[in-house]
């Protein structure tokens, strides 16, 4: 698979596609494969599990630094937010 190559006969995704590239200022095929890994998982499917662990490791810390905020004043509500018509207050 890795040695086929890809014609793209369609001058709409063509453009697309040099767009992209002036866009990015990447090579086209830098930005098409940077699409299609988007596409397909995003940047976590090009992590590797140490990344991964570190990553929630950094969110961990930073959610437990927002618990850890002090609650100020009760709680809203919906009566709070909304009026009886369901409209923003």
Do not use: C, F, W
Request: glycine residues 6%; hydrophobic residues 40%; negative net charge.
């Amino acid at each position: 698979m890795a040695d086929t190559t890809i014609l793209i006969e369609n001058p709409e995704i063509v453009r697309d596609i040099e767009r992209l590239a002036a866009r990015t200022g990447k090579p086209a095929v830098d930005a098409v494969a940077e699409a299609v890994r988007a596409q397909l998982g995003g940047a976590s499917a090009q992590r590797t599990p140490e990344e991964i662990a570190e990553r929630r490791r950094k969110i961990d810390a930073l959610l437990a630094e927002i618990d850890a905020l002090p609650h100020v004043g009760e709680p809203l509500t919906d009566n709070d937010l909304y009026d009886e018509d369901g409209m923003p207050r």
